[in-house]
């Protein structure tokens, strides 16, 4: 009999979740190399000990949106963007973390460091510290950094078989189980970043959208409620 109500709260809370998730993108539409998100749903079937099934709504996990953002030209030294598949590679306590933001800059030891203020890695995991006095400090396709002629080193750029499996962190970092493998062509472009890929448009009509359905959602609710309620009036008068 009540069926109905644990079907709709049910849809009630992966609509919750989904408005975070919807919620969360338009937070990020203005952050470096953010790939927005989308929810899973599956449906769910429970038999009761006597009755028909019952469909409910599960939502089981999240979907990222790994198609590049556009370029966003800059003309700083150190702001990067990565074209295609691939990730750099800075150094944490907890060991390396994977990034598509790269605004980076220059710390008090001239080290060059993400957003978050930590080293960013060459090929052979050692940071890359730029000389004191460097005049002209180059970047080239492939990541190699240059200063003033001389090579500094390569950037750690890699790529993972399954980019659905990585886990954001916060400060557009990653992390992933998986065994990274060098980036096969890196693209690296200097003095641009990547930008978000959210759609402000798209995520506002998906905000829009959740909204009514949990609205429509409450009113079934509300109405079952009252139809389960005046049911029961109607026996106890009739006992």
């Keep these: 009999m009540e069926n109905p109500i644990y079907v709709a709260l049910s849809r ?38 006597r009755g028909e ?6 939502d089981y996990g999240l979907m990222r949106d790994t198609r590049a953002g556009a370029l966003q030209v800059t003309n700083n030294t150190l702001d990067l963007a990565l074209k295609g598949d691939g990730y750099f ?15 980076f800059q ?13 080293p960013v ?22 990541g190699t950094v240059m200063a003033d002629r001389a090579q500094l080193g390569k950037l750690k750029i890699v ?5 659905q499996q990585m886990q954001t962190l916060g400060g557009g970092l990653m992390t992933t189980t998986q065994t990274p493998r060098p980036s096969a062509n890196p693209q690296v ?19 829009i959208d959740v909204l ?4 429509m959602t409450q009113k079934l609710v509300e109405e079952e409620h009252d139809r389960i309620r005046n049911a029961i009036s109607h026996l106890a008068k009739a006992q």
């Excluded at 890695?121 to 492939?142: A, E, F, M, S």
């Excluded at 009514?212 to 609205?215: D, I, P, S």
């Design 12 to 49: 009630q809370e992966a609509l919750s979740r989904q408005l975070d998730v919807v919620a969360n993108n338009i937070a990020n539409m203005n952050t470096t190399g953010y790939k927005q998100q989308r929810m899973l749903f599956q449906e769910y079937l429970e038999k009761p000990a």
């Design 53 to 58: 099934r019952v469909s409910f709504v599960q």
């Design 89 to 103: 590679t800075v150094e944490t306590l907890s060991g390396p973390r994977y990034t598509r933001a790269g605004n």
């Design 106 to 118: 220059l710390n008090d030891r001239r080290e060059i460091v993400d957003q978050n203020g930590l």
């Design 121 to 142: 890695l060459d090929t052979n995991d050692n940071r890359i510290t730029v000389p004191d006095g460097t005049t002209d400090l180059k970047i080239q396709g492939d």
């Design 159 to 163: 790529s993972f078989d399954d980019q």
């Design 189 to 207: 472009t200097q003095g641009a970043v990547e930008a978000s890929n959210v759609q402000a448009i798209v995520e506002s009509t998906a905000m």
């Design 212 to 215: 009514r359905q949990y609205q």
